[in-house]
Nanobody
């Protein structure tokens, strides 16, 4: 069974940091583009960041540039999202997702076909 399992969510004050992790089971991530998506209350799901199997990175949201970084550790079958300088508008359920393929440039985030169950991130004072 192919699964993505996120961890690391929680509550933090504005300006704080969180590191999300997403571990794959049932398959290996080395030939997948990996993305982080989010859905805020009352809003549609949106893409945040993506990293290809060759290390290419795409920011789907300009609002996270300079604050969020994505990385992958194929040996651990895990992708990470480091979130710094968090803002209340970053509050959302964060999902990791995978799309099979060796890309130089990330695909559109709507192409990701395999999703985790999500982890909640709350940013408030």
């Amino acid at each position: 069974q192919l699964q993505l399992v996120e961890s690391g969510g929680g509550s933090v004050q504005p300006g704080g940091s969180l590191r999300l992790a997403c571990e794959a089971s049932g398959f290996t991530l080395d030939r997948y583009a990996l993305g982080w998506l989010r859905q805020a209350p009352g809003k549609e799901r949106e893409g945040v960041l993506c990293i290809t199997s060759t290390g290419g990175i795409t920011y789907y949201r300009d609002s996270v540039k300079g604050r969020f970084t994505i990385s992958r550790d194929n040996a651990k079958n895990t992708v990470y999202l480091q979130m710094n300088s968090l803002k209340p508008e970053d509050t959302a359920v964060y999902y990791c997702a995978a799309d099979y393929g060796v890309y130089e440039v990330c695909p559109e985030w709507v192409r990701f076909g395999l999703w985790g169950q999500g982890t909640q991130v709350n940013v408030s004072s």
